[in-house]
């Protein structure tokens, strides 16, 4: 039987913990796959706290950038400790940029089920905007909406 993949994305910089850490935990009691970038922040603070949970049956699944420099080699900083399968790209765009074809947030987006958005920047804002392109469920996990810069329209919402 398959496993669903749930990609959690958010800031690389700034964990929001308050957030990413219950998320973490309660996504490993689902049974799931959990899917990042790979990185810091979000990307760290919820795949440590899922990869936490010992008795999960999904693991911590993390698409990699490339090194621009380097295409052969992950982005320094790559995979985060807790990345069980690290899945090595050639893309080295992100940021700004994401949703260039160079960029590894299309493999991230269409390998996911779902997507689940935290607060984050530029890179958050594309992967949520790709989600929407390729008819991905996305879920904003926020605040507000100002968290994430140049989120699409639609949805019910704040929460």
């Not at 420099?69 to 940021?95: C, F, K, Q």
């Not at 949520?128 to 639609?154: C, F, H, N, T």
Request: glycine content about 16%; hydrophobic content about 35%; charged content about 20%.
């Amino acid at each position: 039987m398959r496993i669903p993949i749930v990609a959690v994305v958010g800031s690389g910089t700034e964990s929001h913990r308050d957030r990413a850490e219950p998320l973490g935990r309660w996504l490993a009691g689902c049974g799931v796959h959990l899917l990042t970038g790979g990185g810091g922040g979000v990307m760290a603070e919820v795949s440590a706290a899922f990869a936490g949970v010992e008795e999960r049956r999904g693991s911590v699944l993390g698409i990699l950038p490339a090194d621009q420099n380097d295409p052969t080699r992950s982005r320094p900083g790559y995979p985060n400790p807790w990345v069980e399968i690290p899945i090595r790209t050639h893309l080295p765009l992100s940021g700004d940029r994401g949703t260039e074809p160079m960029s590894r947030n299309h493999l991230i987006v269409l390998t996911a089920d779902v997507v689940i958005a935290l607060p984050g920047g530029a890179g958050t804002g594309t992967e949520v905007r790709l989600a929407a392109r390729y008819g991905r469920p996305v879920i904003g996990y926020l605040k507000s909406r100002d968290q994430i810069p140049g989120l699409p329209e639609g949805g019910t919402g704040d929460r």
